[in-house]
């Protein structure tokens, strides 16, 4: 199936661990970004890559790095992980003009829920 | 800078009622407009979209009309059902690679 999928769906961990979150989108998008919802469902994006450059860096604790080998591919590793780092984590790919995703909607994965206990 | 405001939630209404959810908007330029929905456990999905002013967009029997002269583009519902129950966000892309997302306004329908 055409998709946005992300591994894990749940993420169960202890404070100080180092975790790793992956997404993959067949889409042929140039375009991937990660957002954090919150438990009161606000979203806020994280970063976003196009064609494999980073283009979005908001303001994120520097534990959080992403990485993207290939169009097709977005990472997110946490380090240190701290009990705020608690929601559920969102992958979405777009296709782009050359100036940016205007008139394009995202598609997004399913979300990985970390818990950090 | 760029903005969405949607109402408050939660919305609780009983099946086949009609549905309105408000979202306004500030931006520069001419912003593209979107609504997403996110059933329980899910990611969002791309409900609807217009992209300018006076367009119409439509799916799965919601509409929305990009309102330029009230920087407006509310949600509606003729007959809503108990599988709409969910959470709506109304969203903005003014240009670049960010889409700006409103708060999220939770709709329950009752059998």
């Known amino acids: 199936d055409t998709a946005v999928s992300q591994t894990p769906k749940y993420l169960v961990t202890q404070m100080g661990n180092d975790k790793s979150i992956k997404c993959e989108q067949n889409?042929?998008?140039?375009?991937m970004y990660w957002y954090k919802q919150d438990s009161k469902k606000f979203l806020k994006i994280m970063f976003s890559?196009?064609?494999?450059?980073?283009?979005i860096n908001e303001t994120v604790p520097n534990r959080f790095s992403p990485k993207s080998p290939d169009k097709a591919h977005l990472n997110l590793h946490i380090n240190s992980l701290e009990l705020g780092d608690s929601a559920v984590y969102f992958c979405?790919?777009?296709?782009?003009?050359?100036?940016?995703?205007?008139?394009?909607?995202?598609?997004f994965g399913s979300g990985t829920r970390l818990t950090v206990v | 800078g760029d903005s969405v405001t949607q109402m408050e939630g939660p919305v609780t209404l009983s099946e086949e009622a009609f549905l309105t959810i408000n979202c306004t908007y500030t931006a520069t330029g001419y912003p593209s407009l979107f609504w997403y929905v996110q059933y329980p456990g899910e990611g969002l999905q791309l409900l609807l979209k217009a992209t300018k002013a006076d367009d119409k967009g439509s799916n799965k029997g919601f509409e929305a009309t990009y309102r330029k002269e009230t920087t407006s583009f509310h949600l509606e519902k003729g007959s809503v059902q108990v599988s709409d129950s969910a959470v709506y966000f109304c969203?903005?892309?003014?240009?670049?690679?960010?889409?700006?997302f409103g708060a999220g306004t939770r709709l329950f329908v009752k059998a």
């Open positions: 979405a790919s777009s296709p782009s003009s050359g100036t940016g995703t205007y008139n394009y909607g995202y598609t």
């Open positions: 890559y196009n064609n494999k450059e980073l283009i």
């Open positions: 889409l042929g998008h140039d375009t």
């Open positions: 969203a903005l892309s003014a240009g670049g690679f960010k889409t700006i």
